[in-house]
């Protein structure tokens, strides 16, 4: 019985990581309400899932409002990018489909498939924001290069968010359990797919730095360890990177 109920035995680590899970949920809800925010909000989710997987997490709300901090302005200007650009896709499909302007439908086609691809990189840019630190532009770029390179994991990761909240409008039941982990649940399931390929480029930028190290002898590269911010990288537990994170990867 108190291998059971020990505070090792897997159903209390269980139950621990689904509470931990549980109040990540009411953060990142509480802090999407402003909408603008949410950019911040989400990149904190999966910076603290992504502990969470790796059992390196402290106190979540310590964690969450660390990374919120750091991440605020990178990830809003992305969250404000991905509005305008949904917005625009947004209103040429209605501006197509209720007005007879004579607009051929495969432009229609082409339009839809830019908004897809949105889409796709959209599932990735908040995790690569949370861990690795690069130029707005770049991580925009690595996270669409990286949602077409793990496609199938791409697309199970829109199926994990996109479901909660589709079924809580047919089946309003449920709504107390999206409540509580409507978001940090696909997250924290997200952060175990994506978690091996984030290794991969955590160690191969690793040994990349480590190779340009050796080129430079003793140079010191503390500078480069810095954030637009100034966050001091060992202090923020993000990888640095100036350049694409990755050139060759293969598809897992």
């Known amino acids: 019985m108190n291998k059971i109920f020990g505070l090792d035995s897997p159903l209390i680590q269980f139950l621990n990581k689904v509470a ?4 990540l949920n009411i953060l990142t809800m509480l802090c999407c309400i402003p909408i603008v925010t949410i950019g911040a909000s989400l990149t904190s989710a999966h910076y603290v899932a992504l502990k969470i997987k790796r059992n390196e997490e402290g106190y979540i709300s310590k964690e969450f409002f660390k990374a919120f901090k750091m991440n605020f302005k990178q990830s809003t200007l992305i969250w404000l990018i991905i509005l305008l650009i949904a917005a625009v896709i947004g209103a040429d499909l209605y501006i197509m489909k209720e007005m007879d302007l004579g607009i051929p439908e495969f432009l229609q086609v082409v339009i839809m ?3 897809i691809l949105v889409l796709f990189m959209t599932v990735w840019v908040f995790p690569m924001q949370a861990k690795f630190i690069n130029t707005l532009s770049q991580t925009m770029k690595n996270a669409f290069a990286l949602s ?5 994991k791409t697309i199970l990761m829109i199926v994990l968010y996109v479901a909660p909240p589709f079924l809580c409008i047919w089946f309003m039941q449920i709504f107390p359990i999206y409540f509580v982990l409507g978001i940090s649940l696909p997250v924290y399931v997200s952060a175990i797919l994506y978690n091996k390929v984030f290794q991969k480029l955590e160690d191969r930028i690793l040994e990349r730095m480590a ?3 050796g080129e430079n002898g003793e140079e010191e590269t503390d500078d480069s360890m810095n954030d637009a911010n100034g966050n001091d990288a060992e202090e923020t537990e993000k990888i640095f990177s100036d350049k694409p994170i990755f050139d060759e990867e293969e598809q897992q």
């Open 20 to 23: 931990d899970l549980m109040w």
């Open 113 to 115: 498939a830019i908004g």
């Open 148 to 152: 077409v390179i793990q496609i199938p």
């Open 211 to 213: 190779e340009e190290n």
